[in-house]
């Protein structure tokens, strides 16, 4: 399984950790269990 990871995040110019992350990132998302923060929020949405 690695091997594959290895494999799909060298085809995609990502890091392991990087395609891991954008895999799980997409299996939230299809699970309806993750909604993207909206461009330049913090996680803690924390004011300035």
Do not use: Y
């Amino acid at each position: 399984m690695i091997a594959a990871v290895e494999k799909w995040a060298a085809d995609d110019f990502r890091s392991i950790n990087g395609q891991l992350e954008w895999i799980i990132s997409n299996a939230l998302k299809d699970a309806k269990r993750f909604k993207p923060s909206t461009e330049g929020e913090t996680e803690n949405n924390s004011t300035e």
